[in-house]
């Protein structure tokens, strides 16, 4: 086996400094061994709970409004209580980030559970004690060796009316066990459908194709509208590239000229193939760099205000 046997979208470079970093639990600093939660946690036991993935470039969280935007919205839709303002919770990312002494190439993920229970239950009003919120910040250089391979699983994400896969939710067995799914099949990650049979998501981003000079996406529906896939959609509409949020099937997928991910760890990963079917050249192609390059100087503007 070789390092890129397997490959994941979140793959990044090794950082000692990782060792010594200081995560952030309900107000306090504290180092990884001691960064504890109660195994009466809601999130631990239920996945009761939601979360968000920032970045940081140059001193600045990116898109830092949008993320809370889905932060605060989702724990609206699960009638959860953070507890705390915006405006409290950003000096708590800020805190951290400071404590780490971190300015660029770092990662945070921000989790607000339900809080510990009285009992291990499932009734949400056995949750009485208070969210709790943890951030976990570390140096992060995405170091993506090749291009990802992807395998069609038969998992779905959730109905609106199930799981709705807008929800940046604690629970995420059924993303897992595709991941499981497409790994035993000799890929790196999942490219699932919706349930209609569309060409969705992956199991970890959200998923675009090129053809003819388009750049198609899925409808939204059935995904995880991201950020990055929002900016994505934005930079293209800008510089005039025909974009559009729409059905396609699995046979659209393997005649693309390009395929990538969108997120906001890695922003745009090539893939190489699908099902076995080696998409265009099977390396980043020249919608993808100019797309990368396009959201680079969005990225630039953002940090810059």
Not at 56 to 64: C, E, S, V
Not at 127 to 144: C, F, L, N, V
Not at 270 to 275: A, H, L, Q, R, T
Request: glycine fraction near 8%; charge should be negative.
């Amino acid at each position: 086996m070789t390092d890129t046997d397997h490959v994941s979208t979140h793959q990044s470079q090794e950082d000692a400094r990782n060792e010594d970093i200081l995560i952030y639990v309900n107000g306090a600093l504290k180092p990884k061994a001691e960064a504890l939660v109660s195994v009466y946690d809601s999130g631990f036991m239920l996945g009761d709970g939601v979360w968000e993935g920032l970045r940081l470039y140059d001193g600045r969280w990116a898109f830092t409004e949008e993320h809370f935007d889905r932060l605060f919205e989702a724990a609206l839709a699960i009638d959860l209580d953070i507890g705390m303002t915006r405006e409290q919770l950003f000096s708590a990312l800020e805190k951290t980030r400071l404590a780490n002494d971190m300015y660029t190439d770092a990662h945070a993920r921000l989790m607000v559970t339900r809080g510990v229970k009285t009992r291990p239950f499932q009734h949400p009003s056995l949750s009485r004690q208070g969210p709790t919120i943890a951030i976990i910040m570390e140096h992060s250089k995405p170091s993506i060796p090749r291009p990802i391979r992807l395998a069609t699983v038969p998992h779905q994400r959730g109905l609106p009316m199930t799981q709705d896969p807008k929800l940046n939710s604690h629970s995420k067995l059924n993303c897992i066990l595709a991941c499981i799914a497409a790994e035993k099949a000799g890929a790196d990650e999942a490219l699932m459908l919706d349930v209609h049979g569309f060409v969705n998501t992956t199991n970890a981003c959200n998923f675009f194709i090129v053809r003819k000079g388009e750049v198609w996406t899925s409808t939204g529906d059935y995904c995880m509208n991201g950020i990055t896939r929002r900016k994505v959609i934005q930079v293209c509409k800008q510089a005039g590239i025909p974009v559009f949020e729409r059905n396609y099937s699995l046979v659209d997928t393997y005649g693309a000229d390009e395929a990538f991910l969108t997120g906001t760890f890695g922003a745009q990963t090539p893939v190489g193939s699908i099902d076995g079917r080696q998409i265009g050249a099977g390396q980043m192609g020249p919608m993808t760099e100019r797309i990368r390059g396009l959201y680079k100087e969005l990225i630039a503007a953002e940090t810059a205000k």
